[in-house]
């Protein structure tokens, strides 16, 4: 399918976005025109309000993804490497796995105050379990085989850890990296719709409040067309790097 | 059976250590109040019927957007395996609202719904319909040929087909997308609780918060996760019952 026919209902409901409103069928305060929502975006980013929400969300999102997937990672291996550690961890993980993480955003404020570290440790909460559960899926999957004869062919645990183990548990532990970056994206306009100040959860929230919704609209697109790309991208890079494998 | 020991050890080990840890003053109890003392907040607030209304309150508001979010990504899903147009509509919009960071669309609801239940429970479902469609989607769409042609030749009709066979087969699929949806709708439910207050479980932590009353922080955490768990682990029972005749069953 040719592209414009295949986006064709985007552009539909662009266009029906911009119409309705304007013919009065839907009160344009509740849903500014397209129009509208364009201007008032090129107005935040002009303004610069765009930019310094933008990378303040973006500085927390990559810190509390990068911790929580690199230490998560590596707990999820050492559960795998270490039996003791599996029975005594592993029940735990999976009791605390359904705990809808949102709910920590609360302790978070409580000890780390109401900034920037509250929402990465937010952020990084929510990213953890994914990428330790990931790992550990990934690092029990592997063949035991492989790992007797690379043992029997003389290398050392360490090795085997980093030249057995993590290639073979990579597809899962990026499997699990992908969960998580949705997760970080939720947690992170959430603990911003919570602790304000600054990130594009506070602007689209203070914008509301304020009853600026033209700009209320335009950093919520903003936010999904990046969450969207984001994770894109994500994929996109995954394959490549796993192209190895075939 | 020396697993449940060492678990149980484990347990009891953080349980005491927590207690300790706040009893002798090495975290500021304000940090990290006692066991003890979130256990007699859950208590007091149980006998309050603060907890059993906010908790009554949560899992309604998640489980009305959920079973929203069940009939309808169903409903979609079908209809784009099944109708051209339907998936020339929805296919975009799918793959794009699927990763994309629904939440976001919190002041979107406030603005149009207002902050009560209605506007909760909305959000809750726009945010956990997206799995279940793709399940939906994917299950039917791959429902073997074989199985439909026999079918077809042993003289079901369409409406037949679609409820006996093509829906039967894509179960599995749809359940697994309804696991995946159920924390997103419980996760959602917390965060606009929290946004718009309400009571609720978020909401009561939110309150807590703002009164640096940390035991009821606290205890909104336990009663949360307890809740969360339980749902998760009632989904798992249903899916066993559901799927008794399945292949699937006899592994577990």
């Known amino acids: ?246 | 059976m020396k697993k449940i020991f060492l678990r149980s050890v484990l347990i009891v080990a953080l349980i005491v250590a927590w207690e300790t840890a706040a009893r002798v003053h090495v975290v500021s109890p304000f940090l990290l109040p006692a066991f003890s003392t979130v256990l007699r907040r859950l208590y007091t607030e149980t006998v309050s019927l603060q907890l059993p209304v906010g908790l009554g309150l949560s899992i309604y508001r998640s489980l009305v957007g959920f079973a929203l979010a069940a009939v309808l990504g169903v409903a979609i899903g079908i209809l784009i395996a099944r109708v051209n147009s339907a998936r020339w509509f929805f296919d975009p919009l799918v793959s794009i609202g699927m990763p994309m960071p629904k939440i976001a669309f919190l002041p979107i609801f406030v603005l149009w719904f207002g902050v009560f239940d209605e506007s909760k429970i909305l959000m809750v479902a726009f945010s956990s319909v997206f799995p279940v469609i793709v399940a939906a989607w994917a299950g039917t769409e791959n429902v073997e040929r074989l199985l439909l042609w026999s079918a077809r030749s042993l003289g079901a009709s369409d409406r037949g087909l679609l409820w006996e066979v093509a829906l039967p087969a894509a179960f599995p699929q749809i359940m697994t997308g309804l696991q995946v949806a159920l924390p997103i709708a419980m996760v959602t439910d917390i965060v606009a609780e929290m946004a718009m207050g309400g009571q609720g479980l978020g909401g009561d932590m939110m309150q807590a918060m703002r009164f640096a009353d940390s035991p009821g922080v606290f205890a909104g955490i336990l009663a949360i996760a307890i809740a969360g768990s339980a749902l998760v682990k009632a989904m798992e029972l249903i899916r066993r019952r559901l799927l008794v005749w399945h292949a699937e069953a006899e592994h577990a």
């Open chain 1, 1 to 246: 399918m040719k592209p414009v026919v295949r986006y064709a209902p985007l552009l539909l409901l662009a266009l029906l976005w911009e119409v309705v409103p304007r013919a009065h069928l839907i009160d344009p305060r509740s849903l500014p025109p397209l129009s509208a929502v364009a201007v008032a975006w090129w107005d935040l980013v002009t303004s610069g309000d765009l930019w310094t929400n933008g990378i303040s969300s973006l500085v927390n999102l990559s810190a509390g993804l990068l911790l929580g997937v690199l230490i998560g990672a590596a707990l999820g291996i050492l559960m795998a490497w270490y039996g003791m550690l599996d029975d005594v961890v592993h029940p735990l993980v999976r009791a605390l796995y359904p705990m809808p993480k949102s709910a920590l955003i609360p302790v978070m404020i409580l000890w780390l105050g109401l900034g920037a570290a509250s929402k990465i440790a937010s952020i990084f909460m929510g990213c953890l379990l994914p990428a330790v559960l990931s790992a550990y899926n990934g690092a029990r999957g592997v063949d035991r085989v492989l790992i007797w004869s690379a043992l029997a062919a003389g290398a050392t645990r360490r090795a085997v850890l980093w030249e057995v183990i993590l290639p073979a548990a990579m597809p899962e532990i990026l499997a699990g990296i992908r969960t998580a970056l949705a997760l970080s994206f939720i947690l992170m306009v959430a603990s911003e719709f919570l602790i304000g100040q600054t990130g594009m959860g506070y602007l689209i929230s203070f914008r509301g409040e304020s009853g600026a919704y033209d700009s209320m609209f335009a950093g919520v697109l903003t936010v999904s067309a990046v969450g969207f790309l984001a994770d894109r991208a994500y994929l996109w890079a995954m394959q490549r790097a796993l192209i190895w494998r075939e």
